[in-house]
């Protein structure tokens, strides 16, 4: 089991591009999370699944869009890249919920010029 | 407003020590969990307990929910154990201590 993927690994955009970050899992969990991390701070929940078909809202979303397009796919799409989203992008996934286990994807290193 | 507090933020040790990391929250919680952020930047989750005490191998993880406060301890350290320690908890939604960075020196 691969477990967690996220393409890219790294990214260098200009403020205004467009970019998709795709993620993928293999353990047939129900829940899937993108979470961005910035030095100094914890990690900050952009939005989540709880399952197939439904997407919610997390501490930041502004500038950010999902798509659940499956059980196994979760991407996260910036529209309009600005500087200010310049961080490392984890997507993670569980079973159901929060209560369980998260297992983290490999990361992607953004950078928004 | 911080609803989880780690520390210290850096920790220094020499090979062999017992390490501990502590953990303070604010919020009502169904679960606490430590994870184990990599020097290349991996995350991996090494504890998930809502009571009690949890064992593996060097690790040990405690949780004292009177008081709001959870503990990692490493005994033996070892450089391969350098690493940033996040703890997080399920409240609402999930929140995140800004870890804690552990270096291991020979």
């Known amino acids: 089991n691969a477990g967690v993927t996220q393409t890219p690994k790294f990214q260098v955009l200009k403020t205004g591009q467009s970019m998709t970050l795709q993620c993928a899992q293999d353990?047939?969990?129900?829940?899937m999370y993108w979470y961005r991390q910035d030095p100094g701070m914890g990690l900050r929940l952009i939005y989540y699944?709880?399952?197939?078909?439904?997407?919610d809202k997390g501490e930041v979303p502004n500038g950010y869009n999902v798509s659940r397009l499956n059980k196994r796919e979760f991407s996260l799409r910036l529209e309009s890249a600005a500087p200010s989203q310049t961080s490392v992008y984890f997507c993670?996934?569980?079973?159901?919920?929060?209560?369980?286990?998260?297992?983290f994807g490999p990361g992607t290193r953004l950078t928004v010029l | 407003k911080n609803e989880v507090e780690q520390s210290p933020q850096n920790l220094t040790a020499q090979e062999g020590e017992f390490i501990t990391i502590n953990c303070s929250y604010s919020v009502g919680i169904s679960a606490l969990h430590w994870l184990q952020q990599h020097p290349g930047g991996g995350i991996v989750s090494l504890f998930m307990l809502s009571s009690g005490k949890k064992k593996h191998g060097r690790l040990i993880a405690t949780i004292n929910i009177q008081e709001k406060h959870s503990s990692l301890h490493i005994t033996a350290s070892h450089p391969r154990d350098s690493a940033v320690y996040i703890c997080?908890?399920?409240?609402?939604?999930?929140?995140f201590g800004t870890g804690t960075s552990l270096t291991v020196i020979p």
């Open positions: 993670a996934s569980s079973e159901t919920g929060r209560v369980n286990e998260q297992f």
């Open positions: 997080a908890v399920n409240g609402n939604q999930f929140y």
């Open positions: 353990m047939n969990h129900n829940s």
């Open positions: 699944s709880a399952s197939e078909g439904t997407t």
